[in-house]
């Protein structure tokens, strides 16, 4: 995915999670911040962040953040981006399929359905942005959501559907991704126990520049 019109700015604080105040050219700019999780290992006071130019010119927020540089490393952090890189992915991996978004299944909606001959996949995505020593880690804060969307994939399996969850790892060269038992053990255990039902786990990195996004390799997953 690409970004039409970008620019650097220098974090200084994030009131709340929807906001940021940015350091633009000297003076400071409240901006949208377009991940309502934590990330904070990423926005730390003094680091360089790209912005997005806001269409809307009326629009309060004329900004919003969507990647930080840790260290040299530049981490989208963009939680709308992994699913448009997913789109791209999964229409790489299945060429020749139908391919629908945002399709509901029981009471759970899932980000992908796969209609591959005589295959039907059920595939929901993940974005990590949490990286310590060159691993990614999901999630970077409790998500129940994802335990239940777990769940349901097994179930879909034991339904006679293919299922996977995705992690679009939203930075370049990380080697493996884990789940983060630390911060959400019930996530960890359901993904083990999805991959155990025949739930797939699929993990790629991006290469990420300034104004895009874009799949790259695939990533090992520990679990």
Same mark, same amino acid.
């Given at each position: 995915?690409?970004?039409?019109?970008?620019?650097?700015?220098?974090?200084?604080?994030?009131?709340?999670?929807?906001?940021?105040?940015?350091? !633009?050219?000297?003076? *400071?700019?409240?901006?949208? &911040?377009?991940?309502? $999780?934590?990330?904070? #290992?990423?926005?730390?006071? =003094?680091?360089?962040?790209?912005?997005?130019?806001?269409?809307?010119?009326?629009?309060?927020?004329?900004?919003?953040?969507?990647?930080?540089?840790?260290?040299?490393?530049?981490?989208?952090?963009?939680?709308?981006?992994?699913?448009?890189?997913?789109?791209?992915?999964?229409?790489?991996?299945?060429?020749?399929?139908?391919?629908?978004?945002?399709?509901?299944?029981?009471?759970?909606?899932?980000?992908?359905? !796969?209609?591959?001959? *005589?295959?039907?996949?059920? &595939?929901?995505?993940? $974005?990590?942005?949490? #990286?310590?020593?060159?691993? =990614?880690?999901?999630?970077?804060?409790?998500?129940?959501?994802?335990?239940?969307?777990?769940?349901?994939?097994?179930?879909?399996?034991?339904?006679?559907?293919?299922?996977?969850?995705?992690?679009?790892?939203?930075?370049?060269?990380?080697?493996?991704?884990?789940?983060?038992?630390?911060?959400?053990?019930?996530?960890?255990?359901?993904?083990?126990?999805?991959?155990?039902?025949?739930?797939?786990?699929?993990?790629?990195?991006?290469?990420?520049?300034?104004?895009?996004?874009?799949?790259?390799?695939?990533?090992?997953?520990?679990?």
């Amino acid at each position: 995915m690409t970004y039409k019109t970008v620019r650097t700015g220098i974090f200084r604080s994030r009131p709340n999670r929807f906001i940021a105040i940015v350091n !633009i050219d000297g003076t *400071d700019t409240v901006c949208h &911040v377009k991940n309502t $999780g934590r990330c904070k #290992e990423l926005l730390t006071p =003094g680091c360089t962040v790209i912005l997005e130019q806001a269409n809307n010119p009326n629009r309060k927020t004329p900004y919003d953040l969507i990647a930080v540089y840790k260290g040299d490393r530049l981490i989208n952090m963009d939680s709308q981006a992994p699913n448009a890189v997913a789109a791209d992915f999964l229409s790489a991996r299945f060429p020749d399929a139908t391919i629908r978004r945002e399709v509901t299944y029981g009471d759970s909606r899932f980000d992908f359905h !796969i209609h591959n001959g *005589d295959e039907e996949w059920f &595939v929901e995505v993940k $974005g990590c942005t949490l #990286e310590i020593n060159n691993v =990614g880690y999901f999630p970077d804060a409790p998500t129940e959501r994802g335990v239940k969307h777990l769940r349901h994939l097994s179930r879909a399996v034991s339904e006679g559907f293919h299922a996977a969850v995705l992690f679009i790892i939203q930075m370049k060269g990380v080697a493996a991704i884990r789940p983060n038992d630390t911060t959400h053990p019930a996530f960890g255990d359901a993904l083990r126990q999805a991959a155990a039902a025949g739930v797939e786990v699929w993990a790629v990195d991006c290469t990420v520049t300034p104004d895009s996004l874009t799949h790259r390799n695939p990533v090992p997953v520990q679990l």
